[in-house]
């Protein structure tokens, strides 16, 4: 494995996945019920565990990125404090992240606003205040 490899391993922790992956199965199967998780098509069931996916790991490059100035001080060896992942970059990669994981989630609730009053697009709307709870978070909890 390269270095820069390791280097974005190390920044977006995707050793963590398999925590998120089960932690969004069960979150879907108590949501909707354990015995209507069979009754779910491949894709409602597949993409909303990828886009959470996507929004876990791009929380962590924005957690990295917002607590750069601490983490300079505190844990310099950090892969964007240290340099060795440009801060442009990272915030480029997270930003697609959590564009990627809203589109995702977009195309499930159906983008036919006519549709809208019959069902709201509560994914949708999940989807975003899930991308401002975890920027929100990122920003402010080390404070």
Known sequence: MN???RN???LTRLSNLPTVLSSALVGTAFFIGWSNLASLSVAHLVVPIVAICFFYVAGFIFNDLFDRDI????RPDRPIPSGRIDARIAMQAGTFL???GALMIFMLDGLDV????ERPPTGMIAAVVLVALILAYDRFHAR
Request: net charge negative.
């Open 98 to 100: 959590m564009i990627l």
């Open 114 to 117: 006519s549709l809208w009053s």
């Open 3 to 5: 270095d820069q490899t």
């Open 8 to 10: 974005w391993l190390e």
């Open 71 to 74: 983490d300079s001080v505190e």
